[in-house]
Each structure stands twice: as structure tokens, then as C-alpha cells.
């Protein structure tokens, strides 16, 4: 008996002040509306506004994030870069021959130290230094403005081919970068009947008719492979009969 009711006066004690205790922590009536009173209500217009400036913000992270894991993904080989329409040089750009094409794929290559198939800024800071004309961070952007179709800041090899092109067509200005850059290339782009050419589009339509050429260079080229082959068998076939006279 003794044991429970001293039990009984233990949880009325607990019970006490655990009463206490929330009464003390819950605000009076007095307090809730004092409280309310400090924070103002945001006017529905600043939620919204506050709302569609996160959602960009958040989109725009969400962009560049997604830019840099590709081109990372490129960098280390995982991923294509993705590549433009494919287009056909020979048949685009009918003014040029096949040597004279293959002169400027080699020239792109070789200043595509990064393998992905476009010559951005620095690369193309390269190239000017190597071929004795450095140019300015604004003439290097200049220079890639005045060719750049899809605007993406580099050049593609198509978009390469466009400054032989513009060059030959005498629309290049003769101070410009471009016009240093097609001149010190090595590469003769003064074919008859387009360097100098007052009008563009006679220029165009000119080149045109010097299409069936490229009928001749292709049949040319396999000539010479031809002859290749048969100067290596006479000599494969020399040197066994000068081998076979000392052997025996």
C-alpha cells in the first residue's frame, strides 16, 4: 500500500511539471498576434517574381551543368562531339580543285590539337602565330564572326573552307585576318576567273564550270597510283634478280 501510494504521488509530481512545461513554452493570445504582427505578408506579385527568378536560375544551372559534364564526357573520350550536317566539299566548293581541298583539310587537321573536329579560339591563336600574323583576342573573335554560320565561337572544318572560298571570291578585306590567314597559308586559291572577281555570284557561277575537272583529277589520281605500283613491283622484282645472281 505504502509502495503505491507514494507511486501515485510521484506521477502527480511528473504530471505537475510536465504542465508546467508546456504551459510555459506555448505563446499566450496576448503574444500570437504581436508575433504575426513583426513579419509583414509578402504581396502575392513578389512571391511569384521570386519564384520565376529561381526556376531560371535553376534552368540555367541546370544547362551549364549539363554543357560542361559533355564536354568532359568529350575530353575523355565518352562522348561525340556532335557533328554538323555532313556536306560534301568537292561538290560545295566547285572553285577549288581536289589537291588544293586536301591542302586545306591537312592545314584544319593540323591545327585541331583537340581532335574534335573544330578550331576554336586558342587553336586558332596557334595557327596565327605559326604562320607569322598574331592577331588580338578581339581580331581572333573578329576573324571567327566574319565565317561563323551556326555561332557557336569556333570553326568548322566547312566553315574553314569558307575563308579560301571568300578569299578567292575577293570578299575579304586586305588588312583583315582571315585574308592573312588564306594568304600565308601556302595554299593557291587564285583560281582563273574567281580571284579578283567584282561580283560573287558571276564568281559562283564561273567556278561552276570548271566542275567536270574534277572527272580529270580523280582519273589522274588513279593513274598515278597505278604507276606507283608498277615502279614497285619492277623494283621488287630487280632486286630479286640481283639477289637470286649473287646467290648463286
Known sequence: MASEELARKLQRRLDTEQGSAASAAAPTEEEVPAKCSEQPETPESERAATAGADDNNAAASS???????????????IAAPKRSKVFNPYTEFKEFSRKQIKDMEAMFKRFDSGKDGFIDLMELKLMMEKLGAPQTHLGLKNMIKEVDEDFDGKLSYREFLLIFHKAAAGELEEESGLMALARLSEIDVSTEGVMGAKDFFEAKMKALSVGSKFELEILEEKEERKKQEQDKKERRAAFKELQSTFCS
Do not use: F, P, Q, S
Request: aromatic residues 0%.
Open 63 to 77: 544547362e551549364l551543368n549539363a554543357k560542361l559534364t559533355r564536354r568532359l564526357d568529350i575530353n575523355d573520350g
